[in-house]
């Protein structure tokens, strides 16, 4: 009669901790990742850094400009992750950006910026592709926009390359929904540019940006719109 050959009890020993061990290689990088990982890529405030007097007047025409630097253009936003075990941040950000500001007499007559939001990019490849499809809808809606809708004084900005405030008021445009905001942006006149930015808060529940049921994550209703804008007169 034949007898099963039995695997010595060391070596089963050490298949167990093998088998673990290569379990644990595999998960431990998504747990990082899940409470400890990127955060994105995020449009910042202004740097003063290399700001300088204005040399021109703050009333003109100013457009959009993709010069590259501290202060550079760039729009995106600010995701809120309800995690089990935290409160994660994620943000994301282009410099697809383009628009037009008309300031006559020291106020802003007239103004509308424009973000290509197809091409938000955090620092996660996969995250980017289910934000954009599943999320913002880009396919659909690739354009998000921020008209001025009331005058703001911008004659009181500093001429020294200081940071000074102006309240803008306007229709902000996500996903094809339209609503009015208001908010206090930061402002530096600097050269013959002028830049702006500042976070906008939003509900995303505001503009119809739903999120689809994850395991383990939440996006919270509440998140910011990030904004810089760097303009330079043209006329």
């Known amino acids: 009669m034949n007898r099963q050959r039995q695997i010595p009890k060391p070596l089963l020993i050490f298949a167990f901790i093998f088998i673990v ?21 995020k449009t910042e405030g202004i740097s003063t850094d290399n700001a300088r007097a204005a040399t021109t007047d703050v009333d003109g025409t100013w457009v959009v400009s993709d010069k590259l630097g501290p202060n550079q ?11 089990p075990a935290e409160k994660k941040v994620t943000s994301g950000s282009t410099r697809a950006v383009d628009g037009e500001v008309v300031v006559e007499a020291g106020t802003v007559a007239a103004g509308e910026i424009t973000v290509d939001m197809a091409t938000v990019t955090t620092d996660n490849d996969r995250r980017d592709v289910n934000v954009r499809r599943s999320i913002l809808n880009t396919d659909e809606y690739p354009k998000a926009t921020f008209s001025l809708t009331e005058p703001a004084d911008v004659s009181q900005l500093p001429e020294d390359g200081s940071v000074g405030t102006v309240e803008l008021t306007g229709d902000l445009t996500i996903r094809g929904e339209t609503n009015s905001v208001t908010h206090e942006f930061e402002a530096v006149r600097s ?6 930015a500042g976070d906008i808060p939003i509900s ?9 049921e994850l395991v383990a994550a939440k996006i919270a209703d509440e998140g910011e719109i990030n904004i810089k804008l760097n303009l330079e007169k043209v006329r």
Not at 21 to 40: M, R, W
Not at 191 to 196: M, R
Not at 204 to 212: I, K, N
Request: charged share 15%; proline share 4%; hydrophobic share 55%.
């Open 21 to 41: 061990a290569l379990a644990a290689l595999a998960i431990v990088p998504v747990i990082y990742a899940l409470l400890f990982g990127d955060h994105g890529v």
């Open 73 to 83: 253009t760039s729009a995106g936003f600010t995701f809120f992750e309800i995690l």
């Open 191 to 196: 050269g013959d540019h002028l830049v702006v």
């Open 204 to 212: 995303r529940s505001d503009f119809g940006v739903e999120t689809p």
